[in-house]
T-cell receptor
């Protein structure tokens, strides 16, 4: 099992560009999450999903959109990147509302 | 008051020492509690869940104090490999599938 994988691992964008981060899990988990981690802020929940075809807003959803068309994939989109979105993005999944398994992270820099 | 608060440290301890971290949470209705470990530039990984009766896993002991709304992590016989950031995680009240992460406590075990 690969667990939770994230693509890409690193990315540099210019302000206003768009991109999609892909998260994939092979553990048949229902729940998936996108977090961002910034120095001194801890992990903050952006969006989450409790099943295929469902999404919900987390703590810091503005500027991001998500889709969960397949159970194993959870996509995070930035339509118009801003420097404030420079961060490390982690995807996680869980079977139910218990242990979360994290992907290796995506380091995004917006210039 | 922050929803989940941790002393950021760093805690610098010699090998073999015993060290304890506390984490306070604000929502008395929270029901699930966890300690995660995060190594530098890596994803968080579950260290242990925290049960009402407390639990122990080798050198690690976790306790929950509902009356005072805090959880603790005790590490005995510290190893160099225990150097990491320890994240406290608390869920929102049942049904929301959201977790709040503390900003972490940094531990350095010194030779």
């Amino acid at each position: 099992n690969a667990g939770v994988t994230q693509t890409p691992k690193f990315r540099v964008l210019k302000t206003g560009q768009s991109m999609t981060l892909l998260c994939a899990q092979d553990m048949n988990h229902e729940y998936m999450y996108w977090y961002r981690q910034d120095p001194g802020m801890g992990l903050r929940l952006i969006h989450y999903s409790v099943g295929e075809g469902t999404t919900a807003k987390g703590e810091v959803p503005d500027g991001y959109n998500v889709s969960r068309l397949k159970k194993q994939n959870f996509l995070l989109g930035l339509e118009s990147a801003a420097p404030s979105q420079t961060s490390v993005y982690f995807c996680a999944s869980s079977l139910q509302s218990d242990t979360q398994y994290f992907g290796p992270g995506t380091r995004l820099t917006v210039l | 008051r922050k929803e989940v608060e941790q002393d950021p440290g760093p805690f610098n301890v010699p090998e073999g020492a015993t060290v304890a971290f506390n984490c306070t949470y604000s929502n008395s209705a929270s029901q699930s509690f966890f300690w995660y470990r995060q190594d530098c530039r890596k994803e968080p990984k579950l260290l242990m869940s925290v049960y009402s009766s407390g639990n122990e896993d080798g050198r690690f002991t976790a306790q929950l104090n509902r009356a005072s709304q805090y959880i603790s992590l005790l590490i005995r016989d510290s190893k160099l490999s225990d150097s990491a950031t320890y994240l406290c995680v608390v869920n929102f009240p049942s049904g929301t599938y959201k977790y709040i992460f503390g900003t972490g406590t940094r531990l350095k075990v010194l030779a």
